[in-house]
């Protein structure tokens, strides 16, 4: 008997001696094409990328919505719950590392059919009904020799720290989508304040080429133009309500709220443009949640490729148990009632016929197609920032270029509506300076706000510090979830 304990005892040291043998490649980030800068010039744009930037609005109002949105949003709770879900599974496969201590008792009673035996055997016969007690502590451990266990904790430790970035790319999206909504909220705003005041204007000149009609000083032909144009105006405003009720329901979803109107606070000319946030496209790979995300999921497939490679060699578990055994409860814990045992037990396969190789196979194509996903994801990424750098420069010039189209046409319409009024020129001319005078002030106040709803993506795009910042506005249940494992440290030996 302690030839075998010594035996197992050996065993056991020498699978620890080689525990830090495992199985597949040890990840290293691939290398990737960088570009060295982005299309426009950034020799104006600021170190703002790590700021809570929506407060370069100097809008109070627009703080609150993001608070709130931060604290109730149901997105954001939902990532929440998956990052604890991952952090169980990574708990629970890293558990398998470690010994497993459990413990059970029994009592139990019972009678079989009687039987006549010769008084003189009697005691050479379990008493019938019998009694019996135990009670028991075991153990059970597989040695990881291969590292199995070591690259499937590897994994799930990868795909906790992908589900936090998908958190925080939640947080991301969440914060640019309410700036942007509250954005195009207000410039809806000043598009129906611009339909309602030319709406008025028209409405004035409806009664005043009615009554010169009756006097006979213009046409009926005048009369009808006059009308037309005040039509038109109308039908612009129930689309734009309809535009503003329909943003509002959106914001109110992503506040956590029900449907229903918002505060505004400053109006659109008034909401402050922020500054254009520095990065170089390699910094790209280490504050975008999406490119941290994919860079986990690889290292999650690429552990998965050493767990499959470790399936071809032999399992070695090692299992005890310790107790007592009696038939009288008041025994169980005497000396003689101890029961002990002790096993090793290895398993390996022979003949899989592929189920081993298929694994392997599977795991294989699962990193390569995480590594396609890595790279595609940097790819996008570049792009999103040079097209948001862009859009916001082109932006800014229409909107130079609008304002002074809208100059221009104001006073195209004043002198023709001077010009009609001194018989110089039909009233034609002041209806066509009027019907280019009004698209082109509700397109100014569109260019407006896509001005700084640029200004959002750029800051989406580059992402930054700024996810952090927001995090900590998040609830107590949605802060920083896994603050231990944000190192990208291989998990430690476990001897």
Same mark, same amino acid.
């Given at each position: 008997?302690?030839?075998?304990?010594?035996?197992?005892?050996?065993?056991?040291?020498?699978?620890?001696?080689?525990?830090?043998?495992?199985?597949?490649?040890?990840?290293?980030?691939?290398?990737?094409?960088?570009?060295?800068?982005?299309?426009?010039?950034?020799?104006?744009?600021?170190?703002?990328? &790590?700021?809570?930037?929506?407060?370069?609005?100097?809008?109070?109002?627009?703080?609150?919505?993001?608070?709130?949105?931060?604290?109730?949003?149901?997105?954001?709770?939902?990532?929440?719950?998956?990052?604890?879900?991952?952090?169980?599974?990574?708990?629970?496969?890293?558990?398998?590392?470690?010994?497993?201590?459990?413990?059970?008792?029994?009592?139990?009673?019972?009678?079989?059919?009687?039987?006549?035996?010769?008084?003189?055997?009697?005691?050479?016969?379990?008493? &019938?009904?019998?009694?019996?007690?135990?009670?028991?502590?075991?153990?059970?451990?597989?040695?990881?020799?291969?590292?199995?266990?070591?690259?499937?904790?590897?994994?799930?430790?990868?795909?906790? /720290?992908?589900?936090?970035?998908?958190? !925080?790319?939640?947080?991301?999206?969440?914060?640019?989508?309410?700036?942007?909504?509250?954005? #195009?909220?207000?410039?809806?705003?000043?598009?129906?304040?611009?339909?309602?005041?030319?709406?008025?204007?028209?409405?004035?000149?409806?009664?005043?080429?009615? /009554?010169?009609?009756?006097?006979?000083?213009?046409? #009926?032909?005048?009369?009808?133009?006059?009308?037309?144009?005040?039509?038109?105006?109308?039908?612009?405003?129930? #689309?734009?309500?309809?535009?503003?009720?329909?943003?509002?329901?959106?914001?109110?979803?992503? /506040?956590?709220?029900?449907?229903?109107?918002?505060?505004?606070?400053?109006?659109?000319?008034?909401?402050?443009?922020?500054?254009?946030?520095?990065?170089?496209?390699?910094?790209?790979?280490?504050?975008?949640?999406?490119?941290?995300?994919?860079?986990?999921?690889?290292?999650?497939?690429?552990?998965?490729?050493?767990?499959?490679?470790?399936?071809?060699?032999?399992?070695?578990?090692?299992?005890?148990?310790?107790?007592?055994?009696?038939?009288?409860?008041?025994?169980?814990?005497?000396?003689?009632? !101890?029961?002990?045992?002790?096993?090793?037990?290895?398993?390996?396969?022979?003949?899989?016929?592929?189920?081993?190789?298929?694994?392997?196979?599977?795991?294989?194509?699962?990193?390569?197609?995480?590594?396609? &996903?890595?790279?595609?994801?940097?790819?996008?990424?570049?792009?999103?920032?040079?097209?948001?750098?862009?859009? &916001?420069?082109?932006?800014?010039?229409?909107?130079?270029?609008?304002?002074?189209?809208?100059?221009?046409?104001?006073?195209?319409?004043?002198?023709?509506?001077?010009?009609?009024?001194?018989?110089?020129?039909?009233?034609?001319?002041?209806?066509?300076?009027?019907?280019?005078?009004?698209?082109?002030?509700?397109? /100014?106040?569109?260019?407006?706000?896509?001005?700084?709803?640029?200004?959002?993506?750029?800051?989406?795009?580059?992402?930054?510090?700024?996810?952090?910042?927001?995090?900590?506005?998040?609830?107590?249940?949605?802060?920083?979830?896994?603050?231990?494992?944000?190192?990208?440290?291989?998990?430690?030996?476990?001897?």
């Amino acid at each position: 008997m302690r030839r075998v304990l010594i035996c197992v005892v050996i065993l056991g040291l020498a699978a620890a001696l080689l525990a830090g043998c495992v199985m597949g490649p040890d990840y290293a980030r691939p290398k990737v094409d960088v570009p060295a800068g982005y299309r426009i010039d950034l020799k104006a744009a600021a170190d703002a990328a &790590n700021t809570a930037w929506w407060k370069q609005f100097g809008d109070p109002v627009l703080d609150a919505l993001i608070d709130e949105s931060l604290a109730h949003n149901l997105n954001l709770q939902i990532a929440v719950a998956n990052v604890e879900q991952a952090a169980g599974v990574f708990t629970q496969t890293r558990s398998q590392l470690f010994p497993q201590v459990g413990y059970q008792g029994l009592g139990e009673r019972a009678k079989t059919p009687d039987r006549n035996y010769p008084t003189e055997f009697a005691q050479l016969f379990p008493p &019938n009904p019998s009694t019996a007690y135990q009670a028991a502590l075991s153990a059970s451990w597989e040695i990881d020799l291969w590292g199995r266990i070591r690259r499937l904790s590897e994994s799930a430790r990868a795909n906790l /720290l992908a589900s936090d970035e998908a958190r !925080r790319g939640v947080i991301l999206t969440l914060v640019a989508s309410v700036a942007t909504n509250y954005i #195009q909220l207000c410039g809806l705003d000043e598009q129906l304040a611009v339909a309602k005041s030319t709406l008025g204007t028209y409405a004035e000149s409806v009664k005043l080429f009615e /009554l010169q009609f009756q006097y006979g000083q213009v046409s #009926q032909m005048n009369v009808a133009q006059a009308k037309s144009q005040y039509e038109n105006a109308a039908t612009q405003i129930p #689309q734009i309500e309809s535009q503003i009720a329909q943003t509002e329901n959106a914001l109110s979803v992503l /506040l956590g709220r029900n449907p229903g109107p918002i505060a505004r606070g400053k109006s659109i000319s008034a909401l402050a443009l922020p500054a254009v946030p520095a990065g170089l496209p390699s910094e790209l790979l280490e504050r975008r949640p999406d490119l941290l995300q994919a860079e986990e999921q690889l290292v999650a497939a690429n552990a998965q490729i050493g767990a499959a490679k470790a399936l071809y060699f032999p399992t070695i578990s090692l299992t005890g148990a310790f107790g007592s055994a009696s038939s009288d409860l008041s025994k169980l814990f005497t000396g003689p009632a !101890r029961t002990w045992s002790y096993a090793g037990q290895i398993i390996g396969p022979i003949f899989t016929f592929g189920a081993v190789s298929g694994q392997v196979a599977q795991a294989e194509a699962g990193a390569q197609a995480a590594l396609y &996903n890595y790279r595609l994801s940097i790819q996008n990424a570049f792009a999103d920032v040079d097209s948001a750098l862009v859009a &916001n420069q082109k932006l800014q010039e229409q909107v130079a270029a609008q304002g002074r189209l809208v100059d221009a046409l104001s006073d195209y319409a004043r002198l023709a509506r001077l010009q009609f009024n001194g018989g110089y020129a039909p009233y034609s001319t002041v209806l066509q300076a009027e019907q280019s005078l009004f698209p082109a002030q509700l397109t /100014l106040a569109a260019v407006r706000s896509q001005v700084l709803a640029s200004s959002v993506n750029v800051y989406k795009a580059m992402g930054g510090g700024w996810v952090d910042l927001a995090d900590k506005g998040t609830s107590p249940a949605g802060g920083p979830a896994v603050p231990a494992l944000t190192d990208r440290n291989p998990l430690p030996p476990l001897f």
